[in-house]
């Protein structure tokens, strides 16, 4: 006992000292962020204000965060790695419900909603949650296309989606078209101009090839800024044409969907329709990366991402293979840029700066390169976490009415960040299947057998069922 006992206090201890460093510094990283707060007075002067209490909670908080860590979870992930791991991991069973569940909840969650919090909340929580999630899982499988698969680190992803939401804006608005020939029209100047951006950056990899694709995104917005007489510059564009249910329009009229079907009007109708079509847009994407990923092409993107010298000496375009991943995930950017604008009604250049091409890539890091269901799970909770940040009111009795959750938004993502890199280097479900698998198991042996007219001996392949 006497040795337990001193082992414990030993390990106490130290995790004790583990939280003082570690309080220690974050008091020193948080102190100008958030223990002062500047603001402005009625003589329009700054004043500078003190949050010393809510400093203390976060620091005590991060403190104490290290010592359990420290002291539990440490010995405890030490403990683990030193266990014989299984020969089928539980993920894959994890996964195997996995997916039909979500898809089912997915399907279900409108009549939930309606059926949970009513008419009135379910608008706010299908068309904030439900249909801002599945964007960003869209453009998040459009974008693993390019990372995941092919390892092309682009930075600059969220031009292609400026591009199709630009393009549905900018012809519908002028030429009066529909959503439903606009949206491959979208998807299509999004693929080629995917190719713009592939043909100068043919030679370039890694660090290189990520400052030339965050210079792209920026020239594009730089261009909707200052191109006035067509985008209209950071006014942006205004009154988008919506989508329509088969030429039935979503509004009030005796033309309307609600008089169509005697019912009685309700924006209730529109924001359902808008969540199963980016609903069925998103499952589209996934269907074509599934599929893309078993053809050949689909195959050179797997070898370019792991060793482009030996994916050039086996025979494989590596440019042709690189166009086809900028041009295939831009194509699904302006897809989802086109159900932007026409969910949105009103675009502009803020809507398209470097930080949500930086959330984009952070969704398919953190989620897992080349997995679809860890690039959806990173899209649920980055996106719907800001979402429900915003309804934590409760906060306010704790850390005072001037309180806004949604200002550490950041802080709290760079930190789960942190967390995820130490503990998920690959992302949150790292393993990848392959591409292709063969129906039967075989196993080839392969041994010398010498040749009686004194050649050299030959290579004989046995099979065994």
């Known amino acids: 006992m006497a040795p337990e006992a001193s082992g414990l206090a030993s390990r106490v201890v130290g995790a004790l000292r583990q939280a003082t460093i570690t309080g220690l510094i974050a008091f020193g990283l948080l102190l100008p962020l958030i223990g002062f707060n500047t603001v402005q007075n009625i003589r329009n002067e700054l004043v500078l204000e003190t949050r010393w209490p809510l400093l203390a909670a976060l620091v005590a908080i991060i403190a104490g965060g290290r010592f359990l860590h420290a002291l539990l979870i440490a010995p405890w992930l030490a403990r683990r790695a030193l266990r014989p791991q299984p020969e089928h991991a539980p993920r894959v069973r994890f996964a195997r419900w996995l997916v039909p569940f979500a898809l089912g909840f997915a399907i279900i969650y409108p009549p939930l909603a309606l059926s949970i919090t009513g008419v009135q909340g379910a608008v706010k929580w299908i068309d904030n949650f439900g249909v801002q999630i599945l964007i960003y899982v869209m453009l998040g499988w459009g974008l693993n296309i390019v990372v995941g698969l ?3 680190l682009d930075l600059g992803y969220v031009a292609f989606y400026a591009v199709g939401a630009y393009s549905y804006a900018l012809l519908a608005s002028n030429f ?21 951006l592939g043909f100068p950056v043919l030679r370039l990899r890694g660090d290189y090839l990520a400052i030339v694709t965050l210079a792209f995104g920026e020239i594009i917005r730089l261009i909707l800024i200052n191109w006035v007489p067509v985008t209209n510059g950071y006014a942006g564009i205004s009154s988008i044409p919506r989508p329509t249910f088969f030429g039935i329009p979503f509004n009030a009229s005796d033309e309307g ?6 019912l009685e009007f309700s924006p209730i109708y529109r924001t359902i329709f808008l969540y199963y079509l980016i609903l069925a847009l998103a499952l589209i994407t996934a269907a074509m990366t599934v599929r893309l990923r078993r053809l050949p092409i689909g195959r050179a993107w ?29 194509m699904f950017a302006g897809f989802a840029g086109s159900f932007f604008a026409a969910r949105q009604g009103f675009i502009s ?16 890091v953190l989620g897992g390169m080349g997995s679809l269901i860890g690039v959806a799970i990173a899209a649920v909770i980055m996106i719907g976490g800001t979402e429900i940040m915003r309804e934590l009111d409760f906060l306010k ?17 760079g930190f789960a960040m942190v967390l995820i890199m130490v503990w998920k280097p690959r992302g949150l479900i790292a393993t990848r299947e392959p591409s292709t698998l063969l129906h039967a ?24 069922g």
């Open 257 to 262: 969907f609600a008089a169509r079907f005697g």
């Open 176 to 196: 009066g078209l529909s959503f439903w020939i606009l949206l491959p029209v979208a998807g299509c100047l999004a693929a080629f101009w995917g190719i713009l």
């Open 302 to 330: 797997e070898a370019l991402r792991e060793d482009e010298i030996a994916c050039r000496s086996l025979g494989i375009n590596t440019t042709n293979t690189k166009l086809t991943a900028f041009a295939m995930g831009a």
């Open 349 to 364: 250049p803020e809507s398209f700066s470097f930080m949500e091409s930086a959330v984009i890539v952070a969704i398919v």
């Open 441 to 464: 198991r075989r196993a080839a042996l392969l041994r010398r057998q010498p040749q009686s007219n004194g050649t050299k001996p030959s290579l004989v392949r046995e099979r065994q």
């Open 150 to 152: 092919a390892g092309l």
């Open 397 to 413: 009795a704790i850390f005072g009415n001037d309180f806004d959750p949604t200002q550490y938004r950041m802080l709290l993502f």
